[in-house]
């Protein structure tokens, strides 16, 4: 059974630091893109950051750059997102992302989601 499971949410102050964690299972996560999106209530899904296969190359919306750091390790087949100087408009729910494109077509899981708060 494929599974993408996050963990790490929670409630936090402006200004502090969140680190979600993503498992993955039933399938080979060490060969996929995996990527964390977000989305606001009342907004649409955007990626907040990514890394490639081997996590050589990782990408991060602008708004999080220099605070958000996305890493692998691909023996735990898990994926994290650590969030520092955290800003009320980082609350969202935070997904986790595998993809990987195929000769056939795109192989895509996503896991539930994540909440994060940002409030005082």
């Known amino acids: 059974q494929v599974q993408l499971v996050e963990s790490g949410g929670g409630l936090v102050q402006p200004g502090g630091s969140l680190r979600l964690s993503c498992a993955a299972s039933?399938?080979?996560?060490?060969?996929?893109?995996m990527s964390w999106y977000r989305q606001a209530p009342g907004k649409e899904r955007e990626l907040v950051a990514s890394?490639?296969?081997?996590?050589?190359?990782?990408n991060y919306q602008d708004s999080v750059k220099g605070r958000f750091t996305i890493s692998r390790d691909n023996a735990r087949n898990t994926v994290y997102l650590q969030m520092n100087s955290l800003k009320s408009e980082d609350t969202a729910v935070y997904y986790c992302?595998?993809?990987?494109?195929?000769?056939?077509?795109?192989?895509?899981?996503w896991g539930q989601g994540t909440q994060v708060t940002v409030s005082a």
């Open positions: 039933g399938f080979t996560s060490s060969m996929y893109t």
């Open positions: 992302k595998a993809n990987r494109l195929l000769n056939w077509g795109r192989s895509v899981y």
């Open positions: 890394i490639t296969a081997t996590g050589g190359v990782s």
